[in-house]
């Protein structure tokens, strides 16, 4: 269970910081790491949840989006 919980997490983060380093803007940057932050949140928080995954991911993204006003 924890192997897998780390690879998920490690999956995420890598995403994240990929995407983030593509020429985006800096709203489009902080709300895809909100939403990778978000998302490791919520799994770590829920115990691997699928929903609290991406119930994490929808708050960390929203909160990233809007950070950047």
């Avoid at 803007?25 to 928080?45: C, K, Q």
Wanted: hydrophobic share 45%; aromatic share 2%; with cysteine.
């Amino acid at each position: 269970m924890l192997l897998k919980r780390s690879g998920t997490i490690a999956v995420v983060l890598l995403i994240t910081f990929a995407v983030s380093a593509c020429g985006m803007s800096h709203r489009g940057r902080n709300t895809a790491i909100g939403t990778g932050v978000g998302a490791v949140g919520g799994a770590v928080l829920t115990g691997g949840s699928t929903w609290g995954t991406l119930g994490g991911a929808a708050i960390g993204g929203i909160v990233g989006h809007q950070v950047s006003r």
